[in-house]
Each structure stands twice: as structure tokens, then as C-alpha cells.
């Protein structure tokens, strides 16, 4: 299911106090950069800064055989569009 972050963040419905013992915590300073897979599950707490935003960069590499279901698409599209509109975020057509 979809996060209340902007993008293509995912929430795991049924997380479990067991599952939180697994966690390995990785503290991060001001500046740096964390690099995971993108199927690692991982979390953040929130941003504990008022005028400074969280950033984020994802890249996604493709073989050349890979090709775009349009109707998969068009979904996420337009799920992307709605929940970016929710956040006031105005929406380009």
C-alpha cells in the first residue's frame, strides 16, 4: 500500500514488533548518502529539520528487452497524480 510520502514509497501493512527486533540501524550524519537495492526494505524516521527538506534520488536500470506495460502505467500514473494532488502539490496534465 501507498505511504503518506510523496512518490513511489510503499508501506508494509502488517509489520510486527517481531519483525522490528530484525532491523539493522544505520546512522547516518548530515551529508551523507545511503545506497541500497531497491526490494531492501528500509525506513526512516522523520525529518527532525524545519527549513530543510529530506532528498531523495532513485535510479532504475533497464535491460534492453525490457519493455513498459502502458496499462500498469497509466495506474501508477494516475495514482501518483492523486496522491500528489492530496499533498497540494498542483498537477501537470
Given at each position: ?80 497524480k ?12
Amino acid at each position: 500500500m501507498t505511504s503518506p510520502t510523496l512518490g513511489f514509497s510503499q508501506s508494509i501493512s502488517d509489520l510486527d514488533p517481531s519483525d522490528l527486533e530484525k532491523e539493522v540501524n544505520i546512522v547516518a550524519e548530515p551529508g551523507d548518502a545511503l545506497i541500497h537495492y531497491g526490494n531492501t526494505i528500509h525506513r526512516a524516521g522523520p525529518n527532525g529539520t524545519k527549513d530543510r527538506h529530506r532528498r531523495s534520488f532513485a535510479m532504475v536500470f533497464k535491460g534492453v528487452s525490457a519493455q513498459r506495460d502502458h496499462e500498469k502505467f497509466q495506474i501508477y500514473h494516475e495514482s501518483s497524480k492523486l496522491q500528489q494532488s492530496s499533498f497540494g502539490i498542483e498537477v501537470n496534465p
